[in-house]
Structures are given as structure tokens and as C-alpha cells.
């Protein structure tokens, strides 16, 4: 194996994406966080507090059961800038097309953009438009990045976390990627099998009158809960336990992951909130977020533990334990 | 010729880019500016003013004689913001990788990056990278997005152009654009040929002293000084005259040119500027911009016109007058 070059795994949100991650951008870059590495950075001395974000996506194919890749830009971005407790105030959008891309394909997907940024009440406010030859990209790739202004009461550090904390998650897991894998590989699905792609900033603004007590959130995309759960407990003194019995599932997603030999704690959202509260406070904020039409299938999915520092447990449905490590990569490739 | 699909003069910042835009773009996003186009768009209701930015870079070679596509993103973002009078504050990469790229290679890319950031006193403070399959894209692509803080002063605004005003280009022209093709093509160039590629900021902070004398700005960077001034009288009371003897170009630029058939004033530059200034400040940006390492080819390389109201008019060296209009496309594919 070529250690010298770039492997897909570098890009897919496993131990190999970490290594990389760390091994060559936090070198070089500010992009260091004191709280590990958030989905979005606080721009220095700003008053109120500024954030700022980006993504890009590649995700194939570019339309997909419950979405696209316009809307999905959007959720991404305003989604990362939504779990550092900031409400998305400006988008950008760059656009790499492939010469004889569909013009109505794109217009589709830009209308989706368009409409999924309203939603928000964040325009596109700067874009750029790159076109290259035949066969240098596979139909269009997009990159939006984000400005949000921070919401009042929120004070997220990994520092804050305890043993008892209730670890929520805002909906069903994994239904993005393997509605986008089934799409893609025109696999024999439900229905009923669809991405889950969404903002998720208005379940983090009914979360304000309980932002004190809320000490972490993160929305599971590449490696899924199971990367966003190891990327918390990751050198800390405390473990996260969570318990298969807990785990919102849509059936068909559970069924075609069973079928494929996946693990759904592993495949991506793009509309799902993994939080890490106050125990007291975890009933509250569930009921408002079942409240909201994103988060009806709200679950309490697990705690925090003493024992196990620094590791995932999942109890299983048999009542047996087992570690729950940080994938190599993402086992589903192009799903955002 | 199919219509309805992208062609490769959809991003060459030609007609038709301007027309895609136009067509595609303005009605579906706020890019809108009462001011035309801008490189950077103005954050809604901030105090002080905040300017928002992106760009795509898919330049081949990613490293040419001058830069590399590393420091070019970083500059190419940065300037759009110092063009509208703003001071980045803070940037964002992200990258799109092909499978297989050189590591050794993209952390000389990455270094560069941040050597250039380091220069212009901004932090790359947030990220992200996607891998795809080998043949999904050319090597790598970059796309950079920037916040910047508005500097006091300046007054941009085309409704302020007159006859009579200065035209002024910050140094040698089309330099970056040759220097590419050079590399790419492996044409016989002389060393003298480099990208300028360079952050423009600095000129930016000379002008502040003058700045309320200062109408408008733009890095002309794909389609070059020609589709700034176009853009700029584009639907205006006002024509702009170039005098072709007052032109600044580099020898070895030019000698490629005429053997190429390209004009270099279509041609894109990555460090210069072009502004419109009161006649009576011209001499004193000059001086300023001549003292400073980026800006020693500074030159007045024309004026405003009550005449050809709306289009660029070229004197050329034979005492001719022709119309140097809005070309279909960027001669040179891929330069930034």
C-alpha cells in the first residue's frame, strides 16, 4: 500500500481521516480548537460571537431519495454552524461543474439550494462557478461556507462532560446514507427509505431555554454516531455507553443495513443532532424536540460512564457489551 | 451546439459567464449588489461591516513558475475581500482530492497555503476534505472562503464614476495566465515569466489615505483588465479609454502572447488591481502603490470618457481606436 498518496479513507470520516487530520492540517493550520475539532470555528474577537464554517460535497448520485446535493450543501453547513450553538446569518456557494452537465439538472439543484437556504433565513449572499473538461469531475461538486452568529446561553466544552450526562440523539440514524447508497446502487428499497437530510437549527433554538445545561452537540455525518461519540470521549476521563435496545431505526434502513453488512451507528446523517445533557434536563429537552417536525423519533440513546474512559460500549440488544471503535473510514463513500 | 448542458465558457468570465450568471444565478440568490457583480458580498446589518467571499481553484499545474494553487487560493480570496476595502479576518479550506494524489505534493500545497495566509495576518480557522475516486476529478481542487472587516474610507460605488477619472492598474498584466499556460503546455518561456500571484492587500492599506477618493476596485482576475472595465461601464454613462502605450506588461509575458495570438489584457492576473480614482488623487496612489514591493509597475493607463458610453475604447500604439469588448470566455482553460 502507497503510504505517499491520498487514499479514500483520508476523506472518510474514520481513524484514517483523524490520523490525517492531524498529522497535516492541525500542524499547519489554526484550525486547532482547545475542544477538540469542532464542524465550526469561532472567528476571533467578534462581538456577538461569530462563527464560521465550510463543507464540500461530492455526494453521487446528485439526487437522491429525500434530497440533493443543493439542499444538502445547505443542511451541511448551516447544520455545522447549528451544533456550535450559532444561527446561520450568510452562505456562499462555489460550484465545480463538469463540461455537459445537465443545465436543467443544475437548476433543479440550485432552486433546492435556494430553497433550502430561505428556510433557514440565510441567503447565498457570494458564490464562484468553475467549469472543467470532461472527465476532471464527476458531474458537479459543490462548497458552501457559512457565517452564524451565536446563540445566547450556550457554553459547549468537552471539558464540561460527567459521568450520568444523557447522551440524546435528535432522530433515527443512517437513513442519508443508505438512501444515497441504495440510490446509487440502484438497490431494491422501500420507500420509505430516505435521507434524513434537514437543518437541524431549529431543534438547537428549542434548545435555548435548556442551553446551560447542554455540554456537547455534533451532528453525526461521516462515520455516523459512532465517530461522533469516539471524537467526544477521545482522551477524556469518561466513556460513553449506549444501548443497541435505544437506537431509533427506520426499518428500512435497518433492513437494507443487514442486508449490506453495515452497522447503522456507523452511516451518515445529515439532519440529526447528537447531544451530551444534563441528566436532569433530558426529558425536557427531548419533549421539545419530538415537538419539532425534525425530531419526533428522539431517543435518549445512552450516558456517560466512569469506567470505560475514552471508549464507546454498546450494550446489545443480547445483553452483551462491546467496544464500539473509530472505523477505518466511512464504509459508504460519497454519501455527502 | 447543445444549450442546455455546461460548457467549459461558463466559468471562463466571459459573455457567457456573465450571462449564466445573469440567467442562473442572480434571480435565485441575493448575489444581487446594487453595485453590479462583487468579488465580496456585504454581510446583512453588521457593525462594523463584515464582507463575505469565496473561490474555486482548479488550476493545472497546481504548482507553476511563481505560485502554486495552495497560496493562489489563499490570495485569490483574500483580495476579492481587500477590492471591496475589507482586511480578511479569517479563511476557510476546503479541498476535493483524488484518489491517489501525491501526499509529498499536497503538503507543499498546504505550506504554501498557510505561508500565504501567515502573510496577509489571517488564519485558515476551519476546513474540510473529500476524497473521490481516481478519474473524479484532475489531482485536487481548493476552494477557499473569507470574512473580512471593512477598512474606514472607502466609498465604492460605480454610481460615482465620471469622466474624467483616473484609470489606474496596480502592475504588469496578464502574467499569471501566461505563466500557467506556460507551465502547462511546456511552451518555451523565459524564467522572467512568473505568476503574479500575490495578496493585494497591502496596495489596498497604502490607498486608505485617499480612499475617499477612490470609486472602484477589482482584481482582474478571469478575462482580465478587459471584463473588469466592460463589467464596470457595463449599462453606465461613462465610457473607459486605454491607452495600449500605457499598458504595463513583462516582456517575456508579451512575447508569448503575440506568438499565442492572445491580447494580454484578457488575461487573467492573481495580485493586481484595477481602480478608478478622482484624476486628482491618481499621482498620489501611484506613488504609494510604486513604494510598495507588489505595486512597482503601477501605471495610469487611462481614464473615463462622457463618449462610448458603456464600452472600453483601446488607443492603439498606431493612434487607432478599436472597441475591446466582453470576450465569449477566458482565452486560457483552467488558470485559476
Redesign the interface.
Given at each position: 500500500m502507497?503510504?505517499?498518496?491520498?487514499?479514500?479513507?483520508?476523506?472518510?470520516g474514520g481513524r484514517l481521516?483523524a490520523e490525517?487530520?492531524r498529522a497535516?492540517?492541525l500542524p499547519?493550520?489554526?484550525?486547532a480548537a482547545p475542544d477538540g475539532l469542532p464542524d465550526?470555528?469561532?472567528?476571533?474577537a467578534a462581538s456577538p460571537p461569530?462563527f464560521?464554517?465550510?463543507?464540500?460535497?461530492?455526494v453521487q448520485p446528485p439526487v437522491f431519495p429525500g434530497g440533493d446535493i443543493g439542499s444538502l450543501a445547505i443542511h451541511g453547513t448551516v447544520n455545522d454552524l447549528a451544533v456550535r450553538g450559532a444561527r446561520v446569518?450568510?452562505l456562499?456557494?462555489?460550484?465545480?461543474?463538469?463540461?455537459?452537465?445537465?443545465?436543467?439538472l443544475?437548476?433543479t439543484i440550485?432552486?433546492s439550494?435556494?430553497t433550502a437556504?430561505a428556510a433557514t433565513g440565510a441567503?447565498?449572499?457570494?458564490?464562484?462557478?468553475?467549469?472543467?473538461?470532461r472527465?476532471?469531475?464527476?458531474g458537479l461538486?459543490l462548497?458552501t461556507?457559512g457565517?452564524g452568529e451565536g446563540m445566547p446561553g450556550f457554553r459547549l466544552n468537552r471539558r464540561r462532560l460527567a459521568a450520568g450526562d444523557a447522551v440524546l440523539v435528535s432522530g433515527t440514524i443512517g437513513d442519508h446514507g443508505m438512501a444515497v447508497m441504495a440510490a446509487r446502487e440502484r438497490l431494491p428499497a422501500s420507500e420509505a427509505l430516505q435521507s434524513d437530510s434537514a437543518p437541524v437549527l431549529g431543534l438547537v433554538q428549542a434548545m435555548v431555554p435548556y442551553a446551560a445545561a447542554v455540554k456537547f452537540m455534533r451532528d453525526p455525518t461521516r462515520g455516523g454516531v459512532a465517530a461522533v461519540l469516539n471524537e467526544m470521549v477521545e482522551g477524556m476521563s469518561v466513556g460513553a455507553l449506549v444501548r443497541e435496545s435505544d437506537l431509533p431505526f427506520r426499518p428500512a434502513a435497518r433492513a437494507l443495513a443487514e442486508m449490506m453488512g453495515i452497522e447503522l451507528i456507523r452511516v451518515a446523517c445529515e439532519g440529526r443532532i447528537v447531544a451530551v445533557v444534563e441528566a436532569e434536563a433530558a426529558e425536557d429537552i427531548l419533549a421539545v424536540w419530538r415537538a419539532h417536525p425534525h425530531g419526533r423519533d428522539a431517543r435518549r440513546i445512552g450516558e456517560l460512564t466512569s469506567s470505560d474512559a475514552g471508549r464507546v460500549v454498546m450494550e446489545t440488544l443480547t445483553g452483551g457489551r462491546r467496544i464500539v471503535d473509530l472505523p477505518q473510514g466511512e464504509p459508504l463513500?460519497?454519501i455527502c
Open positions: 502507497n503510504t505517499d498518496s491520498i487514499r479514500i479513507e483520508h476523506g472518510a481521516m490525517f487530520i497535516e492540517l499547519r493550520f489554526t484550525i465550526a470555528a469561532e472567528l476571533p461569530l464560521f464554517t465550510t463543507d464540500a460535497f461530492v446569518r450568510a456562499s456557494l462555489a460550484m465545480i461543474l463538469e463540461e455537459g452537465f445537465s443545465l436543467p443544475l437548476r440550485l432552486d439550494a435556494r437556504a441567503d447565498i449572499i457570494t458564490g464562484d462557478t468553475k467549469v472543467v473538461r472527465g476532471q469531475c464527476d461538486y462548497v461556507a457565517v463513500p460519497r
